[in-house]
T-cell receptor, first 115, second 116 residues
Framework: NAGVTQTPKFQVLKTGQSMTLQCAQD?????MSWYRQDPGMGLRLIHYSVGAGITDQGEVPNGYNVSRSTTEDFPLRLLSAAPSQTSVYFCASSRTTSGKGDTQYFGPGTRLTVL | AQKVTQAQTEISVVEKEDVTLDCVYE???????LFWYKQPPSGELVFLIRRNSFDEQNEISGRYSWNFQKSTSSFNFTITASQVVDSAVYFCAIRRGGGSNYKLTFGKGTLLTVNP
């Protein structure tokens, strides 16, 4: 298993540009989520999904869109990038069954800079 | 709302010293889960442990041990005989039990530096 993969690893955008951060997992996990990590802030939840076709907002959803058309993929879209979205983005996935299977495993992260 | 406090922003030790990372949490839920993740300088997040609120047994894994005390709402992490490879940011996190929101609420992390 490749686990959770994210592309790209690094990205520089200009204010107003759009882009999609890709996230994929090959573990057949129902739950997928996006977090952003900012210095001194820990990680904060942006959006999450409990299965294909189902998404919901997390703690800091403004400026981001998501969709979940397949179990494997959960892309994060920035429609009009702003400097405040400069951050490291992590995708995570897990099963939804209770027990140790619901531990979330994280991808390697995407470092995004918006100029 | 849930909250995790990691009061130690940075800790610096010399190799072979024991070190404890503190984690204090707040929740109104009776069922919840506690986690520790490690973030080495390479940047990825590595899962270390998951503990549910009904299991207060301490756990040991090699040089790592965890002390869960509901009475003080703490879930502390101890590294015995620290090594340079233990240098990382360590995050404590909490999640509610039940429901469909598997949101992890993270503390702000503790930067551990182990010097040779």
């Amino acid at each position: 298993n490749a686990g959770v993969t994210q592309t790209p690893k690094f990205q520089v955008l200009k204010t107003g540009q759009s882009m999609t951060l890709q996230c994929a997992q090959d573990m057949n996990h129902e739950y997928m989520s996006w977090y952003r990590q900012d210095p001194g802030m820990g990680l904060r939840l942006i959006h999450y999904s409990v299965g294909a076709g189902i998404t919901d907002q997390g703690e800091v959803p403004n400026g981001y869109n998501v969709s979940r058309s397949t179990t494997e993929d959960f892309p994060l879209r920035l429609l009009s990038a702003a400097p405040s979205q400069t951050s490291v983005y992590f995708c995570a996935s897990s099963r939804t069954t209770s027990g140790k299977g619901d531990t979330q495993y994280f991808g390697p992260g995407t470092r995004l800079t918006v100029l | 709302a849930q909250k995790v406090t990691q009061a130690q922003t940075e800790i610096s030790v010399v190799e072979k010293e024991d070190v404890t990372l503190d984690c204090v949490y707040e929740t109104r839920d009776t069922t919840y889960y506690l986690f520790w993740y490690k973030q080495p300088p390479s940047g990825e997040l590595v899962f270390l442990i998951r503990r549910n609120s009904f299991d207060e047994q301490n756990e040991i894994s090699g040089r790592y041990s965890w002390n869960f005390q509901k009475s003080t709402s703490s879930f502390n992490f101890t590294i015995t005989a620290s090594q340079v490879v233990d240098s990382a940011v360590y995050f404590c996190a909490i999640r509610r039990g039940g429901g469909s929101n598997y949101k992890l609420t993270f503390g702000k992390g503790t930067l551990l530096t182990v010097n040779p």
